[in-house]
């Protein structure tokens, strides 16, 4: 498997435009998770999807953050409009309930590096 | 609420051992974790341990749980230049719905000096 994938690797734009992040979880795990990583906050849950529906959404930080699971092979974040204290990394990670694993291995992508002039 | 603290930075010479420390505030946490993150990588699961254990070893690492005190350590023997990351600290709260969320500390980073 090729692990979870996000695209772009890097982003880089100008205040106020819109930006949409991509993830594709691995195949066949029921919880995808959106994370930001910054150097002050650190590692923050955004938002959780189990079987691509909503679960908590809590640490989305205002209104114009929003992220959407149309499928089970695929996700989005999207910052509209964005600011520069946006600027951040922004890690998916996915795992599966199945097997009966009891502890919470997480898998996560590389990353994209956000950038928001 | 939970919180998992970390100091920011450790330096440490090439064969030293390392001891990675951290608090965490949820006592009723059913797994801790240490996740690793190498440079412009995701979090990768190192180790993890149960609650009710007090010790884990597995190779070169040794996690140390005192749930009294809710204090978890990860000690790396014989510390390579590719251990050189940063180490998170985590764990699972307790609750229904949140069994699945991890909370983060902010992470140590490991220096290994050749």
């Known amino acids: 498997d090729a692990g979870v994938i996000q695209s772009p690797r890097h982003e880089v734009t100008e205040m106020g435009q819109e930006v949409t992040l991509r993830c594709k979880p691995i195949?066949?795990?029921?919880?995808l998770f959106w994370y930001r990583q910054t150097m002050m906050r650190g590692l923050e849950l955004l938002i959780y999807f189990n079987n691509n529906v909503p679960i908590d959404d809590s640490g989305m930080p205002e209104d114009r953050f929003s992220a959407k699971m149309p499928n089970a092979s695929f996700s989005t974040l999207k910052i509209q409009p964005s600011e520069p204290r946006d600027s951040a990394v922004y890690f998916c990670?996915?795992?599966?309930?199945?097997?009966?694993?009891?502890?919470?291995?997480?898998?996560f992508g590389p990353g994209t590096r956000l950038t928001v002039l | 609420g939970e919180d998992v603290e970390q100091s920011l930075f450790l330096s440490v010479r090439e064969g030293d051992s390392s001891v990675i420390n951290c608090t965490y505030t949820d006592s009723s946490s059913t797994y801790l974790y240490w996740y690793k993150q190498e440079p412009g990588a995701g979090l990768q699961l190192l180790t993890y341990i149960f609650s009710n254990m007090d010790m884990k070893q597995d190779q070169r690492l040794t996690v140390l749980l005192n749930k009294k005190d809710k204090h978890l350590s990860l000690r790396i023997a014989d510390t390579q230049t590719g251990d050189s990351a940063i180490y998170f600290c985590?764990?699972?709260?307790?609750?229904?719905?949140?069994?699945?969320?991890?909370?983060f500390g902010k992470g140590t980073k490991l220096s290994v000096i050749p």
């Open positions: 195949s066949g795990h029921d919880y």
């Open positions: 985590a764990e699972t709260p307790y609750s229904g719905a949140g069994s699945y969320q991890l909370t």
């Open positions: 990670a996915s795992r599966t309930t199945s097997g009966g694993y009891s502890y919470n291995e997480q898998f």
